[in-house]
């Protein structure tokens, strides 16, 4: 089903771009993992206000969409890893402007 969602979008980049990190966590997430990689409960712990069901859909997706990489180690308990993927790092300078913006934003609603 995700690749039909893609394949709709792709006439218009934006829009493409937008159905890949839009929503309210993707973005946030992939800001996460960008100094490293981390396991399932250390990024829920940096993200207070999602649920373990909405982080595990968010990195599904973004999976599926090749932005981030999932590595299983067979350990009892199981050891999960998430981490950038190249293409995930082409987001950073983005995140990067995204974030400077809301800090200048917020300033000004702050004035």
Partial sequence: MRNTVIQAARSCPT?????????????????????GTLRFGELQRTLPGITARMLT?????????GLVTRTVHAE???KVEYALSDRGRT?????????????????????
Avoid: F, T
Wanted: negative net charge; charged residues 30%.
């Fill in 15 to 35: 829009e493409l771009a937008m159905e890949v990190v839009g929503g309210k966590w993707k973005l946030v997430i992939l800001e996460h993992l960008g100094p």
């Fill in 57 to 65: 859909r968010q990195l599904r997706e973004l999976e599926a969409d």
């Fill in 76 to 78: 009892v308990p199981p």
């Fill in 91 to 111: 987001l950073e300078p983005i995140i990067a402007q995204l974030r400077s913006w809301g800090e200048d934003y917020r300033a000004v609603l702050d004035e």
